[in-house]
């Protein structure tokens, strides 16, 4: 339909809007890096959230193109935070459909050398859901990028049938501790279990950790207690947009 239409239109992608959420090192209570999470800035409809036009991006084929275009808007971004003297890491949100096609990963490399940002600048984030269908092949796609200092998260963890499998897998760098975990930590006694064997599990697999949906003070308290890498959630600030980094970037403490 006329949804599917638009975003299929080179033109959508000028209405692209990237919001940015950070994550805070929980050693040091510092932001070094940031999560873009896109926003559809609709000609009459307004601000869109990725649950309103994500499903049509992938029916309409044009997911490839605009995530394509989401990393080269987060690179531009990286690239300016680093020239200021503030370097801090960004990552984005991929799928296995973008990670089956071969041109849209190779586009990574290139993208990250024409701006000059050394590849761990770029976390890409991936859900253990979308590794599932074809494990091996998106390994095979992602592995590339890994070996050239790449990082990968695995993103929601905890919530698929084959969790541990997953890390058993795969070799990441990074394991995002979905919110629903991180929502009872302070509460219920099995979901602290869950996380602190999660965060103990990673560090001894070399994986850092994200928490992510932290929303109260006792929650950080917690995960810091626990070894957590990053906390990531409202506590610390909601997704903004880039100049909003930039002044969080810029302000000492
Ligand atoms: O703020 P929020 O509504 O953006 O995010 C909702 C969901 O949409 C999250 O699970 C997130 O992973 C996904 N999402 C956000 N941005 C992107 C993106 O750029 N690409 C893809 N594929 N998914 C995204
Ligand atoms: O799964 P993805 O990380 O990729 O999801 C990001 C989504 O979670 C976005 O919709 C974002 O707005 C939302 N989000 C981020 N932090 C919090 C939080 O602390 N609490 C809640 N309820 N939602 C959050
Ligand atoms: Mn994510
Ligand atoms: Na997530």
């Given at each position: 339909q006329r949804t599917v239409r638009e ?49 049509l991006?992938?029916e ?194």
């Open positions: 975003l299929r239109s080179p033109a959508s992608h000028e209405q692209l809007v990237l919001m940015y959420q950070p994550k805070l090192r929980l050693s040091t209570g510092r932001v070094d890096g940031v999560e873009a999470l896109v926003r559809w800035r609709h000609p009459t409809r307004g601000l869109l959230v990725p649950a309103d036009f994500v499903p991006l992938e309409a084929g044009a997911l490839r193109a605009w995530t394509s275009s989401i990393l080269n808007v987060a690179l531009d971004d990286a690239a300016r935070w680093r020239q200021r003297g503030t370097p801090v890491g960004v990552a984005v949100n991929i799928t296995a459909e973008w990670l089956q096609d071969a041109r849209a990963v190779h586009e990574v490399l290139p993208a990250l050398g024409l701006r000059s940002l050394p590849p761990s600048t770029l976390t890409l984030e991936i859900t253990e859901q979308s590794l599932v269908a074809d494990p091996e092949a998106a390994w095979r796609r992602i592995e590339p990028l890994r070996a050239a200092g790449v990082r990968i998260s695995l993103d929601d963890f905890g919530t698929g049938y084959n969790s541990l499998s997953a890390l058993h897998d795969f070799p990441v760098d990074e394991v995002k501790i979905d919110r629903s975990f991180v929502e009872t930590v302070g509460g219920d006694a099995r979901a602290r279990a869950l996380v602190k064997s999660t965060i103990a599990l990673a560090e001894e697999l070399g994986s850092e950790t994200v928490a992510e949906g932290v929303e109260t003070e006792e929650q950080r308290r917690l995960l810091a207690e626990m070894g957590c890498t990053y906390a990531q959630g409202f506590l610390i600030s909601e997704p903004v947009p880039a100049e909003r980094i930039d002044d969080l970037l810029a302000s000492p403490g």
